[in-house]
């Protein structure tokens, strides 16, 4: 059964999703922090991490539709996993690396700054375009 299938059945917690909100270090050069991520999700990729990464986004704070007035992270991205031990594993690989200070996710964490990190799972059954 694929992760697709699976999520269609009701029986089967959905997707995990991780939301980073973030601001680069002062003096870090926004191309250099992007190559930085693109390579560490590459290496999740690689190792079967990670279902999905959205590109990076940029707050657009000028907006009746942003609320949100106690932060003011500027960059924010999402990883998706299939599932909780999907994530574990993930969330597993990354620590490793970062004590011995090492990988992709050392090297791209080290220009950022007043990181928030929110997960939440999608609920079942999902909802699609089209259906009731």
Not at 27 to 40: K, L, Q, S, T
Not at 41 to 70: C, F, H, K, N, W
Request: aromatic content about 10%; glycine content about 4%.
């Amino acid at each position: 059964m694929s992760p697709k299938d699976a999520q269609d059945r009701p029986d089967h917690p959905g997707q995990i999703h991780l939301l980073s909100a973030f601001d680069l270090r002062e003096g870090v050069d926004e191309a250099v922090f992007i190559d930085a991520y693109r390579r560490f999700v590459q290496e999740l990729y690689e190792a079967d991490l990670i279902v999905d990464a959205q590109p990076i986004g940029r707050r657009v704070s000028d907006t009746p539709m942003d609320t949100d007035d106690e932060r003011a992270h500027q960059f924010f991205t999402i990883l998706t996993f299939r599932d909780r031990a999907h994530m574990d594993a993930a969330y597993a690989h990354i620590e490793a690396r970062m004590r011995a200070v090492t990988g992709e996710h050392a090297a791209m964490y080290a220009r950022t700054a007043n990181q928030i990190f929110t997960c939440w799972q999608d609920e079942v059954p999902c909802l699609r375009k089209g259906t009731p």
